[in-house]
Nanobody
């Protein structure tokens, strides 16, 4: 059973930065595109960013474009999300997920989430 474990969440003031990590137990981690999602209280889960297995073809939600950077280290089975210029509206639980077929439409394995809280 493949597991994804997020870490790096926490509390930060608006304008600050955080880096989230997602470590996979899958030795085939490098074969899959991966994504980050988030869910704020009372809202539906939303897409944040996506990266192909090669580390390219980066896709971002408009709300985070220019502030967040997704990256990966396939040798370490780890996905990252660098978050800069954080805003209070970025407060959410952040999840990483595996893109099963690499098309950005089916994510089959999810982490447990890590809380990010941005205060004004």
């Amino acid at each position: 059973q493949v597991q994804l474990v997020e870490s790096g969440g926490g509390w930060v003031q608006a304008g600050g930065s955080l880096t989230l990590s997602c470590t996979s137990s899958d030795h085939n981690f490098g074969a899959y595109a991966m994504g980050w999602f988030r869910q704020a209280p009372g809202k539906e889960r939303e897409f944040v960013a996506r990266i192909r297995w090669t580390g390219g073809n980066l896709v971002y939600a408009d709300s985070v474009k220019g502030r967040f950077t997704i990256s990966r280290d396939n040798a370490e089975n780890t996905l990252y999300l660098q978050m800069n210029s954080l805003k209070t509206e970025d407060t959410a639980v952040y999840y990483c997920a595996r893109d099963r077929v690499g098309l950005g439409v089916e994510y089959d394995i999810w982490g447990q989430g890590t809380q990010v809280t941005v205060s004004s």
